[in-house]
T-cell receptor
Framework: DVKVTQSSRYLVKRTGEKVFLECVQD?????MFWYRQDPGLGLRLIYF???????EKGDIPEGYSVSREKKERFSLILESASTNQTSMYLC????????????FGQGTRLTVV | AQSVAQPEDQVNVAEGNPLTVKCTYS??????LFWYVQYPNRGLQFLLK??????LVKGSYGFEAEFNKSQTSFHLKKPSALVSDSALYFC????????????FGTGTLLAVQP
């Protein structure tokens, strides 16, 4: 079974805090993704990484950064959390080959107060 | 711009009736197409995919989807709906070419009434 583990299911943070969301995989897949999910907007890609230390911006990177120092771990960083970043955050992984499906973590519901 | 459209926010169907959840896409090249399902407070689960070959693909839980290149559509279908099929369904596209980026639609809530 593929395992994509997100460090927290629920988080509550204060405005202005620096927030770290962690994602760890056990499949040795090249690609890792961070999405946010909001009602009516579907899943929007924040950042993705196709290799260690490599990253590309998605559709909504503003206010976020990422880090991938090891192949199995991909971190999403909210530099200064704001209330409009309250959302469900989903991590996904996929092999380098494009025809393979992605596998998702359980999600982190972040509330910024 | 590359995009995926799911024109219905919600689909209601009676248990035992056939269901269709619609998806159209606008991407360059020959895309790979996917359907995912999400149950409450859970991550997304893969249902099925179209890569190449037969336009009708079969997936998990009795679902199938039909790829139509001329209409750029990939509708999800099931011959007989179950109450337990009630969930949020997402269509996703990986555009042709070198990118591994996966683009999602906005989701369709399927409600199956007993």
């Amino acid at each position: 079974d593929v395992k994509v583990t997100q460090s927290s299911r629920y988080l509550v943070k204060r405005t202005g805090e620096k927030v770290f969301l962690e994602c760890v995989q056990d499949m040795d897949h090249e690609n890792m993704f961070w999405y946010r999910q909001d009602p009516g907007l579907g899943l929007r890609l924040i950042y993705f990484s196709y290799d260690v230390k490599m990253k590309e911006k998605g559709d909504i990177p503003e206010g976020y950064s990422v880090s991938r120092e090891k192949k199995e771990r991909f971190s999403l960083i909210l530099e200064s959390a704001s209330t409009n970043q309250t959302s469900m955050y989903l991590c996904a992984i996929s092999p380098g080959q494009g025809r393979s499906e992605a596998f998702f973590g359980q999600g982190t519901r972040l509330t910024v107060v | 711009a590359q995009s995926v459209a799911q024109p219905e926010d919600q689909v209601n169907v009676a248990e035992g009736n056939p269901l269709t959840v619609k998806c159209t896409y606008s991407v360059s090249g020959n895309p790979y197409l996917f359907w995912y399902v999400q149950y409450p407070n859970r991550g997304l689960q893969f249902l099925l995919k179209y890569i190449t070959g037969d336009n009708l693909v079969k997936g998990s839980y009795g679902f199938e989807a039909e790829f139509n290149k001329s209409q750029t559509s990939f509708h999800l279908k099931k011959p007989s709906a179950l109450v337990s099929d009630s969930a949020l369904y997402f269509c996703a596209v990986r555009p042709g070419g070198a990118t591994n980026k996966l683009i999602f639609g906005t989701g369709t809530l399927l409600a199956v009434q007993p």
